[in-house]
């Protein structure tokens, strides 16, 4: 079980490296996730092979926006508002799901 415990004087010990410090930066990175961004339609699948690494929910959300954008700006000619992004975590756990349509708004 890893544990960070906080000192008074700003030093972080990790129960993981027996009793050395640890940095705040070294504390963060170990909160850090692994998550996946898999999109789909009725007709396929575009799987993350890689995934990223995020520190919080809000992370995850941001990046999700930002990676729908940038599909839905690229120069296809895809009718992205069918699509789905289903952000899962390490152990393939869906987290969210985020509707291509709810970035590109509604059609004029």
Known sequence: MRMITDDPYGA?????????????????????????????????????????????????????TRRVRSLVTGTNLEDWRQWVLHVSDEAGDEIFVLPFAFVLGKPH
């Open 12 to 64: 972080s010990y990790d129960s993981d490296m027996q009793g050395r410090a640890c940095s705040p930066r070294c504390r963060k990175e170990a909160y850090m996730t692994q998550i996946y961004f898999h999109c789909t339609n009725a007709r396929g699948v575009l799987m993350d092979r890689r995934g990223t690494f995020v520190s919080d929910l809000i992370e995850a959300c941001e990046e999700a």
